[in-house]
C-alpha cells in the first residue's frame, strides 16, 4: 500500500515538472514580441501626395509638399512634415536641408531657409534647383539626444539636356530697369555693373544698393544670388557672391559673368531681419 502511494506521488512530481518546463519557455518567447510590438508604431504617410520617407536609421518619417506637385529650376518654396516613430509630431527640431544633383554630384551655394510652423510643419525657403535634371532634398534631422537624415528624391526639373523653356516675350516688352521694387514691396533695389555695358564672357562686378520702401539704406542683410536664361534653361557659369555687410546699404557683387548674347534674369533673395523678399532684374545682351 505504502509502495503503492509513492509511486503514485513520484508520478504526480514529474508530472507537474515537466508541464510547469513546458508552459514557461513559450512564456518566455511571448515576452519580447510584446515588447517589439509597442516599440515600433507604423509610420503613416499624412497627406495624399506628398513626398514620403523613412529617415535612414528609422527614427522619423518626413512628407515633402510641394506647391502644384511640382519643382522648377530656380528658387522654390516647399514644406516639411517631421514625424517620430510613434507617429507623433515632431516640434522644436533642427533640420538643414541641401538640395543635390546625384548625377552631377553637387549641390547649389544658395543655402535653403528652415522656419518652423508648429504641428511638425517646416517651411523650407530659397530651395534653389540650378539646372535641369533630377534633383533630391538631403535632409538632416536633430530632435533632442536623436539624430538621423533621409534623403528624398524631387520630380524632375524641366528637362535633360540643353533644352529651350520657354519663348521670350516681346524684346521692346521686357523691363530692363536696373531700380525694381521687391516681389512683397520690402525693399527697393538697384545696380550699378564695373563694366558699361554689361559685357558677355567677362568676369565683372557689381554694385547692389538695397533699401527699404521710405529710401532707408539696409545693412547687415544677407543677400544671395541666381542667374537664369529662360530660353535656355541654365544659369551662371560661374558662381557669384555677394559680400559685404553693407555699408549705406550697398554691397558689392563678385564673380559674374554672362556666358552668351541673350536675356537674362539675374534674382536676388534678401533676408533682413525678419524680412525675406526677392528681386529680379531683366538684362537683354548683346
Not at 2 to 26: C, D, E, T
Request: hydrophobic share 40%; net charge negative.
Amino acid at each position: 500500500m505504502k509502495r503503492g502511494v509513492v509511486w503514485l506521488l513520484s508520478l504526480v512530481m514529474v508530472f507537474w515538472a515537466g508541464s510547469a518546463a513546458a508552459i514557461h519557455p513559450q512564456e518566455e518567447e511571448k515576452m519580447p514580441m510584446q515588447n517589439e510590438d509597442k516599440m515600433h508604431s507604423p509610420m503613416t504617410q499624412h497627406y495624399e501626395g506628398s513626398l514620403f520617407k523613412v529617415s535612414e536609421n528609422g527614427e522619423f518619417s518626413v512628407e515633402v509638399l510641394l506647391p502644384d506637385k511640382k519643382v522648377e529650376m530656380g528658387v522654390n518654396n516647399v514644406d516639411l512634415i517631421i514625424h517620430d516613430k510613434q507617429d507623433k509630431d515632431v516640434a522644436g527640431a533642427v533640420v538643414t536641408v541641401e538640395p543635390w544633383m546625384p548625377s552631377m554630384g553637387h549641390g547649389v551655394m544658395e543655402k535653403p531657409v528652415v522656419n518652423e510652423k508648429g504641428g511638425g510643419l517646416y517651411n523650407i525657403s530659397n530651395v534653389v534647383f540650378s539646372m535641369t535634371g533630377d534633383w533630391e532634398l538631403k535632409i538632416r534631422i536633430i530632435s533632442g539626444e536623436t539624430t538621423d537624415s533621409v534623403t528624398v528624391p524631387m520630380p524632375p526639373v524641366g528637362a535633360m539636356g540643353h533644352t529651350h523653356f520657354m519663348k521670350a516675350p516681346d524684346k521692346s516688352r521686357i523691363d530692363t530697369s536696373t531700380e525694381v521694387v521687391s516681389n512683397q514691396g520690402h525693399f527697393k533695389v538697384s545696380y550699378q555693373s564695373a563694366a558699361s555695358p554689361v559685357p558677355v564672357n567677362q568676369i565683372h562686378t557689381w554694385d547692389l544698393m538695397v533699401m527699404l520702401g521710405d529710401g532707408k539704406p539696409v545693412d547687415g542683410a544677407k543677400i544671395t544670388i541666381l542667374g537664369d536664361m529662360p530660353e535656355h534653361g541654365h544659369g551662371f557659369p560661374t558662381e557669384p557672391e555677394v559680400s559685404g555687410a553693407g555699408t549705406a546699404g550697398k554691397y558689392l557683387v563678385e564673380g559674374l559673368k554672362f556666358s552668351m548674347p541673350g536675356w537674362w534674369v539675374v534674382t536676388f533673395h534678401i533676408m533682413a531681419g525678419d524680412m525675406m523678399d526677392q528681386v529680379s532684374f531683366n538684362l537683354l545682351l548683346k
